[in-house]
């Protein structure tokens, strides 16, 4: 069998890396597309390989040769690959369709070398490679009826994304025999560009055969194998996490993209702290109603917003302030108004990463669960020179909950010293507790203008892409402040209609907690099962646990977890505070999805 790659294009649209090279030249992770082709074509037995150059054909012909691990190396060169697209650069190389069985591919594809295999191995002659459609996907889509046979190709200008869930993507990975090239390809290869040109793509003359009664052509679908095209920088920059050179080099390109996960749909995120049951079904398809209102038109600006955030949480507009999530109100607070912060560690460190260093006066738990009360902060800081003091209240990433009659005493406590007190309560709603819980009342703000209370919208919401959070405080100067610093149109309109249209659905949020808590108290049980996790009680929508085996670190485990099942979670065992121990945090998500990690974790020591 022999290999024909399709690899004269320009790759414009890769800009400045293809200014002086083709693209199956660019490198992910140090090593050429196009020496992973040829490893992988080696690996599967192929006998020759033709290449279709074109553009910089000098420099391929240079770095490739004449052979390549056994494989002869056969160029055929597209002179006019400038004014042509690939239908004419497979013209050029029909006389090797018609010599021997083949596989076609194009030049700007990575995989694994087991997609090959794949195709390779099953028994069927003529084959394309298909793939489940996906978000990242683009390009030519195929349905198949239940014998894979190809119903239809469906060009970008045909796209229905109502249609979505019959999609495949062609991978661009083609199997054809030698008959098949002789009796079908080939002659309507000729026909079609004898009749419309050559300014068009091969997967044309395969739309036309599948037309045919008795079509030769079937789908092969992947089984989960990965590839990725790369047509564009985002496709080289996830190319390169997807393809890292190591599991461990891998698992740090993922985790440190900090978010965009829809890009990666096998992965399964307990990385980041979400509510798995809000928002309602109802809710989405009502602002799934109102898109092309939404996408169209400006938001409103900031008085506006604050306003409706106002009405969101039942506190005074004067009182508060909205923000392009809670991360831009913590950084713009930080920044200007904190002073010397005392901050209770391990913690969200959005808020000590934005402050000085000599700014921060950090209190160490001396327990081992890094649980702290009330009480241990006022005698750490009874003698400590601070202007302000934090409680994430529960603590990010031990789910320490400090009662609400404890933290009002905080309140009063810090009043007295006249230090600014911070709350953040964006885990607040998860706590498994009677009574009140929220500093955010609008009397209690009014009567202590040192407080401000940040809540983050996406955790307990379950909207983190509407990009939501708001700071509260009664002091009005410090608010009227943080308005005026913030851009005018800081909230985009999907936001802003969803803070207008939360309150009929306040009862599906009440329930969606209620089945959150119970959620957490199966998977803690599950977790303690474990051997080698202690798992630290939480009263958010986490786990801090401890990893405490011999045989396995808390690194190597997010490692395994990603290389192995597709789970991402966050190892804390960098973080400064654990002096070196071995600790994961794992976010609740839904039954099923935690019942996997469970599963998963049981597997690994």
């Given amino acids: 069998m022999q290999a024909i790659i399709l690899a004269a294009g320009m790759g414009r649209r890769l800009g400045e890396l293809t200014n002086n090279n083709t693209k199956c030249m660019l490198e992910v992770n140090g090593t050429r597309l196009i020496n992973r082709a040829l490893d992988a074509l080696s690996e599967v037995g192929i006998d020759r390989v033709v290449l279709v150059v074109g553009y910089k054909a000098e420099n391929v012909r240079e770095w490739v040769g004449q052979s390549y691990k056994g494989m002869e190396i056969v160029y055929v060169e ?3 690959y400038d004014k042509t697209n690939n239908i004419y650069s497979l013209y050029l190389a029909k006389d090797y369709l018609l010599a021997d069985d083949t596989l076609l591919l194009e030049s700007d594809l990575i995989y694994e070398p087991r997609v090959l295999r794949h195709i390779v191995d099953d028994e069927y002659p003529n084959l394309a490679l298909v793939d489940k459609y996906e978000s990242w996907m683009d390009g030519t889509v195929v349905t198949l009826d239940e014998e894979r046979r190809i119903v239809n190709f469906y060009s970008r200008k045909q796209f229905c994304y109502a249609d979505i869930d019959s999609y495949y993507k062609t991978v661009n990975i083609y199997k054809f025999s030698k008959e098949f090239s002789a ?7 000729e026909a079609y560009c004898h009749a419309l040109g050559n300014n068009e793509y091969y997967e044309q003359v395969l739309k036309v055969i599948t037309l045919l009664d008795d079509s030769p052509l079937r789908a092969l679908p992947l089984d989960g194998q990965k590839w990725y095209e790369i047509d564009d920088i985002q496709d080289l920059d996830i190319a390169s996490s997807i393809f890292a050179r190591s599991d461990a080099e891998r698992y740090r390109a993922i985790a440190s993209r900090f978010g965009g996960y829809w890009r990666y749909p096998r992965l399964l995120d307990f ?21 092309d209102t939404l996408l169209r038109e400006y938001p409103s600006g900031m008085r506006v917003n604050s306003l409706l955030a106002a009405k969101y949480f039942g506190v005074a507009q004067q009182h508060i302030v909205v923000g392009n999530g809670a991360a831009e109100l913590i950084k713009l607070y930080m920044e200007n108004h904190a002073g010397r912060m005392g901050v209770a560690f391990p913690t969200f460190e959005e808020y000590p990463n934005r402050a000085a260093k000599e700014d921060i006066v950090a209190y160490l738990p001396e327990s081992d669960t890094m649980q702290y009360s009330a009480a241990d902060i006022k005698r750490f800081y009874a003698d400590k020179a601070i202007d302000t003091l934090l409680i994430i209240n529960p603590d990010n990433p031990s ?13 009063a406590w810090t009043k007295e010293r006249g230090i600014g007190f911070v709350v953040d309560e964006s885990f607040v709603d998860f706590v498994d507790v009677e ?3 929220s500093l955010l009342v609008d009397a209690l703000l009014a009567a202590n203008p040192h407080l401000c209370v940040v809540k983050s919208i996406s ?5 983190p892409g509407f990009r ?6 009664g002091n009005t100067e410090l608010i009227a402040r943080m308005k005026r610093e913030v851009a005018i149109w800081n909230i985009n309109s999907f936001g802003e209609f969803y803070m207008q249209i939360y309150e009929k659905y306040h009862g599906d949020y009440l329930r969606a907690c209620r089945l959150f808590r119970e959620e957490r108290a199966l998977f803690f049980a599950e977790l303690s099962e474990i051997p080698y996790l202690r798992v630290i009680p939480s009263q958010a929508n986490y786990f801090l646990c401890e990893v405490i085996s011999d045989s396995i670190t808390a690194t190597q485990l997010s490692v395994d977890l990603l290389a192995r099942y597709d789970i991402l979670i966050k190892d804390c065992s960098t973080k400064a505070a654990f002096g070196g121990r071995n600790f994961i945090r794992l976010a609740v998500r839904d039954r099923n999805d935690n019942h996997r990690l469970v599963e998963a974790l049981r597997t690994m020591c």
């Fill in 78 to 80: 597209n002179s006019v």
């Fill in 183 to 189: 009796t079908h390809y080939v002659p309507f290869l």
């Fill in 271 to 291: 990385c980041y702290l979400v509510n798995p049951y809000f928002p309602p079904q109802q809710m989405v398809d009502e602002i799934k109603s109102s898109f």
């Fill in 399 to 411: 789910g320490n909950y400090i009662p609400y009659n404890d933290l009002l005493d905080l309140v």
């Fill in 435 to 437: 009574g009140e819980f």
């Fill in 459 to 463: 955790k307990s919401y379950g909207v």
């Fill in 468 to 473: 939501l959070g708001v700071l509260a405080s």
